[in-house]
């Protein structure tokens, strides 16, 4: 009960804040046709494999819109900021675990970023371009357990970045580092099977895909569903990680501030 609580109340204080969101919607579909266009650019002289026209556009902007549920989070799930004002103490001293506590809270942010910016800006590509629709609502299912594990590893990686607050004095850097191996390695503006060798390799070596390129793929009907089992493996290992840091972070909290 506790943590559907703390989910809510993120999830409320976002609200207060929807006219300046608008902005970054509009930020984001200016993008989002920037990269459809290049696309449709290319496709004069290519046929873009399996996918086609219709399939790159449909790729980029379902990718476009899932930013806002699998890469766009919190920084660190604001455990940096805790660390610099002195409050993890507090919050590693509560009965609640920390690592549930912060998660609880992003899901919250994670269903107000999906209901004002995944959906408005869906629908607006929906109107603008001839979008894919998934042929079957078992394709709508599984896309949407896609989007929730791709979401969970996000909470996951971001946790431990803050974390990592703990034994540095700064680790707003490593979430864009962590944002920029995503653009990179989750195909999400080029599809993991068009990257070089080397990179296709590194991808396949992590976790990156599961944020944009097998959701995307679903959701065109050209993954399988049993993909996901990789997805969600990923999400059980990184889940022991974060309780195990969780387990060093009591033993070693240094405030920088408090």
């Not at 599984?142 to 946790?159: E, H, K, P, Q, R």
């Not at 191996?181 to 990156?208: R, T």
Request: charged fraction near 10%; proline fraction near 3%; aromatic fraction near 18%.
């Amino acid at each position: 009960m506790l943590f559907l609580v703390l989910a809510r109340k993120s999830y409320l204080r976002n609200l207060q804040y929807r006219s300046s969101h608008m902005i970054h919607n509009i930020a984001s579909c200016l993008f989002g046709f920037i990269y459809i266009y290049i696309w449709v650019g290319i496709a004069d002289d290519n046929s873009l494999g399996e996918y086609g026209v219709n399939g790159m556009i449909s790729y980029v902007a379902f990718n476009q819109c899932s930013l806002w549920v699998t890469t766009f989070l919190t920084h660190g799930l604001g455990i940096g900021q805790s660390v610099r004002t002195g409050q993890i103490a507090t919050d590693l001293t509560r009965p609640a675990h920390l690592f549930y506590q912060s998660m609880s809270k992003e899901w919250g942010q994670i269903a107000y970023q999906f209901t004002y910016k995944f959906v408005p800006i869906y629908l607006l590509y929906f109107i603008v371009f001839p979008l894919h629709v998934p042929g079957s609502w078992a394709t709508v299912a599984w896309t949407a357990a896609a989007l929730l594990a791709g979401a969970y590893i996000s909470i996951c990686v971001n946790y431990l970045i803050g974390a990592a607050a703990l034994w540095t004095t700064e680790s707003h850097w490593l979430y864009w580092v962590n944002i920029a191996f995503s653009q990179l390695l989750s195909g999400f503006l080029i599809p993991v099977d068009w990257l070089p060798g080397w990179l296709q390799s590194a991808s396949g070596a992590s976790f990156y895909p599961f944020l944009h390129y097998i959701p995307a793929k679903i959701y065109l009907g050209l993954e399988r569903a049993d993909a996901l089992f990789a997805a969600y493996a990923w999400a059980a290992g990184l889940t022991l990680l974060c309780l195990a840091v969780t387990g060093l972070m009591r033993r070693n909290v240094e405030v920088q501030g408090g």
